[in-house]
């Protein structure tokens, strides 16, 4: 396994602006997951994909989140219009079906709002 | 819904002693549990889970955990603290329902191990 990879790795922007992030899960996984976390807590699920299709998002997603998993292969996370609260690491996880529960992490974006 | 409570944010213990970092969840199925490390400005690391199988967890590093249904704890222990373990962990619970199988983290414990 190459690992759970995520670019970019830190990310500043300014208010207002719109950010895309990059996650390529391992291979053989057909399940990816997006989690968010602030300093100082645990991550929080966001939303999760099996295959290309987004089985689950969380009340977390505004309107301004979208995510993509085309082919099932890669995601991309964007964020529309920045705001500050949206400041935090932007994880991203991958497993096998459910029969094996171990969710795979990559390094994490991180993303300030100035 | 399924909670977990990571009691004590922050641990410190000497080289050499034991560490224990405890977890309770809250589930209203079976769970299952795991416990994950973080380094500074790293993603997070298994260290080990469990799914209903044996009780007592073996994990990397030489960490384990024992699943108490009776107490609904899952605490973390290692025999010998090294300087190496010092960083964050994490708790998580997940279930069988579902299709997301979604974690659900605690806030996260960060051990200092002191010379």
């Known amino acids: 396994d190459t690992g759970v990879s995520q670019n970019p790795r830190h990310k500043i922007t300014k208010r207002g602006q719109n950010v895309t992030f990059r996650c390529d899960p391992i291979s053989e996984h057909n399940r990816l997951y997006w989690y968010r976390q602030t300093l100082g807590q645990g991550p929080e699920f966001l939303t999760y994909f099996q295959n290309e299709a987004q089985l689950e998002k969380s009340r977390l997603l505004s309107d301004r989140f979208s995510a993509e998993r085309p082919k099932g292969s890669f995601s991309t996370l964007e964020i529309q219009r920045t705001e500050q609260g949206d400041s935090a690491m932007y994880l991203c996880a991958s497993s096998r079906d459910r029969t094996i529960y171990e969710q795979y992490f990559g390094p994490g974006t991180r993303l300030t709002v100035t | 819904a399924q909670s977990v409570t990571q009691l004590g944010s922050h641990v410190s213990v000497s080289e050499g002693a034991l560490v224990l970092l405890r977890c309770n969840y809250s589930s209203s199925v079976p769970p299952y549990l795991f416990w994950y490390v973080q380094y500074p400005n790293q993603g997070l690391q298994l260290l080990l889970k469990?799914?209903?199988?044996?009780?007592l967890v073996k994990g990397i590093n030489g960490f384990e955990a024992e699943f108490k249904k009776s107490e609904t704890s899952f605490h973390l222990t290692k025999p010998s603290a090294h300087m190496s373990d010092a960083a964050e962990y994490f708790c998580?619970?997940?279930?069988?329902?579902?299709?997301?199988?979604?974690?659900?983290f605690g806030t996260g414990t960060r051990l200092q191990v002191t010379l």
């Open positions: 469990y799914t209903s199988a044996a009780t």
């Open positions: 998580a619970v997940s279930d069988d329902t579902g299709t997301a199988s979604k974690l659900t």
